[in-house]
């Protein structure tokens, strides 16, 4: 079965740069685009970047454009998130999602097929 589990979360301090991962497995994985999104507490799921299945096409929300950066290596099934510059805004949730082949962005959740587990990020001030 599809599998997907990130990596990487934790306590870090305000402006620090943790990198999260997203291991796939159970499918093929250079066939999905994958995103990234996050859950903060008492708040709505929201997205946070995409990657197409080239790594080619990336996306971000404005509040993460700058400092985050997704990546990919079909080589290992594995998507990352580097986070540079963290606020305590940053905490949440965060959780990787695979959508088969598309030509375009996703930003909304519906579209993607399988999600992770997620990982916390906590960011103290």
């Known amino acids: 079965q599809v599998q997907l589990v990130e990596s990487g979360g934790g306590l870090v301090q305000a402006g620090g740069s943790p990198r999260l991962s997203c291991r796939a497995s159970?499918?093929?994985?250079?066939?999905?685009?994958m995103g990234w999104f996050r859950k903060a507490p008492g708040k709505e799921r929201e997205f946070v970047a995409f990657?197409?299945?080239?790594?080619?096409?990336?996306y971000y929300a404005d509040f993460v454009k700058g400092r985050f950066i997704i990546s990919r290596d079909n080589g290992e099934n594995t998507m990352y998130l580097q986070m540079n510059s963290l606020k305590p805004e940053d905490t949440a949730v965060y959780s990787c999602?695979?959508?088969?082949?598309?030509?375009?962005?996703?930003?909304?959740?519906?579209?993607?097929?399988?999600w992770g587990q997620g990982t916390q990020v906590t960011v103290s001030s």
């Open positions: 990657i197409n299945w080239s790594g080619t096409t990336t």
């Open positions: 159970g499918l093929t994985f250079r066939s999905y685009a």
């Open positions: 999602a695979a959508r088969r082949l598309s030509a375009v962005v996703i930003v909304r959740e519906s579209e993607y097929a399988y």
